[in-house]
Every structure is written in C-alpha cells, then in structure tokens.
C-alpha cells in the first residue's frame, strides 16, 4: 500500500497555535496510556493529583485542564510529551492530526482537515513532501486493519451500483475540474456539479450485463465532460436567477447547519451545548429559524440572529473563493466524501453532503461577519467550523441526517440553497 498526495495543491506544517490541543477529546490506547505513564510526569509540580487521563463510555482520552486546554498543553503552547521525548511518544491521533488517510483501493489518499488553522491558511509546506510521515501512519492502520479492511470494494455510486475504483477516482477528478473553474463563481461551480450528479443518478453504468456497453474508463470519462457541457448550458449564470429554496427547504436546512456548526467539547464547546435541556432547546430554536442563534460554538457572536444568515456577504475576495475551492477540492480529490470516512455514503450521495457544506458554511459565515469579523475572516472561521464536524460529527452519520440530505436533494433544494447563501452582494457604493 502507498499513500498518494492530491493534485491540488495543499500545503500545511504545525504552527502551534494549540488549537487542537484545546478542541479534541484524544482517545488513547492501552499502550499508549502504558508509555506516557512511564514518562514520570508525576515528578513535575503541575502534575500532583492530576490525573492522564479520564475514562467516558469504556474509552479512555487524555484529560484536559479547567481552561480547556490537553492536560500535556504547556504554557508554551507547545506538547510537553513531544517536547520532552518526540513526536512518536505521543497517542498517534494527536501525531496524524490533521491528517487523513483515505483507502483508495491499492493506495491511501493523503488528505487534510481545514478545521486546522494551518491548513485553512494553506501555510506550510506542500502535502507531497511529507508522505514519509504519512507513510508511516499508513504502516500503523494497516498494521492494525482488520483482514479485508484494506482490500474492501469501492463504495458504490448508489443503491448496488458499483463502479472500479478507477473510475471512482474519474469521477472525482471531473468534479474537482468543475470546482476549480474560474469562470464561475464559487456557488456555480457547485449547482453544475448537482446537476451532473442529478443526471448521472438516472444512468445505468453496467451496460446491463453487456460489458461493450458499460459505461467505464475512458467511455465514463467522455459522459463526465459531456455533462460539465451541458451543466454550463443549463444552469442560470445568476444566483439570483435560482428560485429560492421553500420554507420546508431552509428549516431542514437550518436544523443541519445547526450540526456543522456545533462544538461539543474543549475550549470552543457552545454554552448551548452544555447538558441534554439546552441542546434540545438549541435544535428547537435552530427550527424555528427566529431571534437569536443559539450559541452552539463558542465562536458565535453572542447577539447574532437568525435573520443575519439571510442577508448576502459582499462579492467574496479572491481569497475567500480559492478557499473554499481547495477545502472541497482536498475533499473531492482524497475521496472523504464518501465511503468509510463519510459515515460509508456512496459516491452521488456523499458529494451532495459536500455540497450541502457550502451555504452551511456561507450561513455560518453571513452570522459571523453579522457578528463583526472581516468577511475573509469570517469565510475562513465558517469552514473550518463545518470541516470540524464534516465526516466526523456522528449525528451527520445517523439515519436522520441522511434522510434530511435525501430530501434536500430529490425536492432539488440542494441546488437552491447553494443559490440562495452562496450569492453575495455588490458593497454598497462610496463603501
Ligand atoms: S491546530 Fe494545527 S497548527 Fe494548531 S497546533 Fe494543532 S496541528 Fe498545529
């Protein structure tokens, strides 16, 4: 098995700004809580009576410090386990972090989670010169791989249609092709992928048992830019020459974005989220779409309501669009959107939970530069927050989630609310 690096370029080191130390609850093996206990941190003055680790729901994780901070985190913003013995003497989901590995048939796809400040900000170095690194983590799944896990089948296209992995990856390229498209803007760039994915839906691949009639390789590829065509020519140039998605559509939309933007733990966990009565009341409020956000992030503004997710951001900058277009395109490229990494969606599915990640993030980011942020700042913030729970968060993985996202998708409001949050405003003039 090889780990392979995207063609899109991504770049990222650790700048230590501490952010995931005070963010994630860090599971750790009973070797790994074996080593780090062998490292006499008893020994220090801010380590009496306090204990490694905390055991929740027979899993044990690093414990964190009242300030919310990894309870290794030192002043310094620095891990005092990598500080002190190395980076291999730490639990190996702090280690990989922010890297993913993504199965791909006979390789690993190396991709990234914008949720990592560094890696919104592309700073660093590229991602294909650290394979090595990931090759090593590589070594470590596979080591511990159940027999079959490596070898497993492509996730299919939809219901029992199953394409080769090959083909797997045509589709992503093409759709990462539509994605980078400078001559559309950000929000056009996805409804023509929807509307390709609608079509391609309807397609049987197999050739009906007939394989000179499969539609595969080179065949596949040709019908994937045939429909980028006719993607170009049938959606409107203007978001505002999209209807605008129905009350039904942006209430089962609000109560999704109120899933990308959660945060459950660590220093930035919501106040909404704190105990069962307040997330409840959070998810009632996120329903009604009325007066206040609940603040389900910490870095919500305190004042934002609902109303300034509806009010369009200026033109977005060229940065902000080349932000956006990497994260999905690390997504497309590495194939987290579907499969194993995606709560197991199939191909159509899974990109269409991509897409939906975009006017969740446009919301996000309407609410926040409400709030007072930069609009770049804003952008940024939104997709990190939504990266944060994309794949991850498992609420997106049960079946009422992806029930919601089925009917956003067949009632066409996907398309819609792509429109309606991804359009923006010209500034006002003498602004
Ligand atoms: S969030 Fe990213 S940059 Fe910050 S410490 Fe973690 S890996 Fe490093």
Redesign the pocket.
């Known amino acids: 098995m090889q780990v392979r690096s995207l063609p899109v370029l991504q770049n990222?080191?650790?700048?230590?700004?501490?952010?995931?130390?005070r963010?994630y609850a860090v599971p750790v093996t009973a070797d790994e809580r074996r080593r780090i206990e062998a490292q006499g941190w008893e020994k220090l003055p801010e380590f009496a009576g306090v204990p490694y680790f905390v055991k929740r729901g027979g899993e044990f994780y690093l414990n964190h410090r009242a300030d919310g901070g990894c309870v290794f985190l030192g002043p310094d913003?620095l891990?005092r386990i990598h500080g002190t013995f190395g980076s291999a003497a730490k639990p190996l989901a702090c280690r990989i972090?922010?890297f993913l590995l993504v199965p791909a048939g006979d390789h690993w796809n190396l991709g990234l989670r914008l949720?990592?400040?560094?890696?919104a900000d592309n700073?660093g170095r590229p991602l294909s010169e650290q394979l090595h690194e990931a090759r090593e983590y590589a070594a470590f799944f596979e080591a511990s791989a159940a027999p079959g896990a490596l070898d497993a089948p492509p996730p299919p296209l939809q219901g029992r249609q199953v394409l080769p992995w090959g083909d797997v990856a045509r589709i992503a390229a093409a759709v990462s092709k539509l994605l980078a498209d400078d001559d559309d803007p950000f929000e056009r760039r996805w409804r023509k992928v929807l509307f390709v994915i609608t079509m391609l839906k309807k397609a049987k691949f197999d050739g009906g048992g007939d394989p000179k009639k499969a539609v595969t390789g080179g065949r596949l590829s040709e019908l994937l830019h045939v429909m980028g065509e006719a993607a170009d020519d049938e959606e409107p140039e203007a978001a505002d020459a999209v209807t605008r998605p129905g009350w039904a559509g942006r209430t089962v939309f609000r109560q999704l974005v109120a899933v990308f933007s959660r945060k459950d733990h660590g220093a930035e966990q919501g106040t909404a989220q704190r105990g069962p009565a307040r997330r409840l009341w959070a998810a009632v409020r996120f329903a009604s779409g009325r007066g206040t956000v609940p603040k389900v992030h910490a870095a919500l503004p305190d004042a934002a309501r609902f109303a300034d997710g509806e009010r369009p951001l200026p033109d977005l900058s060229a940065a902000s669009t080349s932000l956006l277009a990497r994260w999905h395109r690390v997504k497309v490229e590495s194939l987290q959107f579907c499969g194993p990494t995606n709560f197991r969606l199939g191909v159509w599915e899974g990109l269409e939970s991509l897409a939906l990640t975009f006017p969740a993030a446009m919301w996000l980011a309407r609410v926040l530069a409400a709030g007072g942020r930069a609009a770049d700042a804003a952008v940024s913030q939104a997709a990190r927050m939504v990266d944060d729970n994309f794949g991850f968060n498992p609420l997106l993985g049960s079946a009422r989630q992806k029930f919601a996202l089925r009917v956003l998708a067949n009632r066409g409001d996907l398309a819609r609310l792509v429109a309606w949050y991804g359009r923006t405003a010209p500034p006002a003039p003498g602004a």
């Open positions: 990222w080191d650790c700048h230590s700004c501490g952010d995931c130390c963010s913003k891990c972090y922010p949720a990592c400040p560094s890696a700073k």
